[in-house]
Structures are given as C-alpha cells and as structure tokens.
C-alpha cells in the first residue's frame, strides 16, 4: 500500500499480497523466488508501459479501497450504529 501511494509499481509474495483483492500482472507482480523477483524487476525495468499500468492501478486499488473520505465515512456509520444500540439498550 505505502508503494502504491507513492506511485511505485509492485512486486509481492503471494503471502505478502494475501488478502488484498488484486490479480498478478493487472495490480502487481507476484513473485515468490528470488528469481521470479529478479525476473519480475527485469520486465518493469524493460516495459514502461507496464510499469505505467501497474502504477495506474495500484493507485486505482488505494482509491476502491483505502480511499480516507470513504473510510471515514464508513467509521462515522460504524460509531452512529454503536451508539443507536447502545442508547436503546438503555432505555
């Protein structure tokens, strides 16, 4: 996340990329071994469209997902819902 918000393109273990909602080669590069991250590093040095895209979309997942309004928001739900409950309990 802090490299995509710094316009970085990515290249993760799948352990580190579980639980995010991203595919290999549309979001980030996964890579397992050291040589699939040499590989990977390879094809983002050598293909800057590539490079590009996987920037583009990195930043397009913090947006869906990380974006601050949004969270925000949603916390301010998640507080008014927890004290509507509370309130009626009591009652």
Known sequence: LEAWSRGLPVVATRVAAR??????????????????????????????TLHARLVAAGRAYLRRHHDPDRLAAALAAHCASALAVRARRSR
């Open 19 to 48: 639980g995010l909602s991203v595919q290999d080669g549309e979001d980030l590069l996964l890579a397992d071994t050291p040589a699939e991250f040499a590989d990977a590093l390879a094809r983002l040095a050598a293909d800057a």
